[in-house]
């Protein structure tokens, strides 16, 4: 018993060197499994810039400053009308304003759009039509 508390602290394993909560592994640098591939593609883009610029590089600590998986997930919202908050689901109508609406309300005039359709149509008409003119002159010298 004396003998397995013994071996428990000579391997006890130490908490990333980053400070993001979880435990190091002495072969990645005590660092985590995410914040050591972090940590290399860090390395390998400017193990890139010190080829290209033939300069030296300013240390591996400025890599450990951020640690990504700590961060919590933004909430998922639902999709919902904006005018009446109905639930639309995956049938939600998008408009061009931004705007999801259900299908009462998915008509520009029903939700009092801001986007200006008319203009959008006209421009698109004006690239598409090519200004064709006829020679006014008959016989030219």
Request: proline fraction near 4%; aromatic fraction near 8%; include cysteine.
């Amino acid at each position: 018993m004396a003998a397995f508390e013994s071996s428990k602290n000579d391997n006890d394993a130490s908490l990333c060197v980053n400070n993001c909560g979880f435990y190091g592994n002495p072969n990645n640098r005590n660092l985590c499994s995410v914040c050591y591939t972090a940590f290399l593609k860090e390395a390998g883009a400017k193990y890139y810039e010190i080829e290209t610029r033939q300069s030296s590089s300013s240390g591996a600590s400025e890599s450990l400053e951020t640690c990504d998986h700590n961060d919590p997930a933004p909430p998922k919202t639902q999709n919902r009308c904006e005018i009446c908050r109905k639930k639309v689901g995956m049938i939600g109508f998008s408009c061009r304003c931004g705007g999801c609406f259900c299908g009462k309300h998915r008509y520009p005039e029903e939700h009092s759009c801001g986007f200006d359709h008319k203009e959008v149509g006209r421009n698109i008409l004006a690239k598409q039509i090519v200004e064709c003119k006829a020679d006014k002159l008959k016989f030219r010298i």
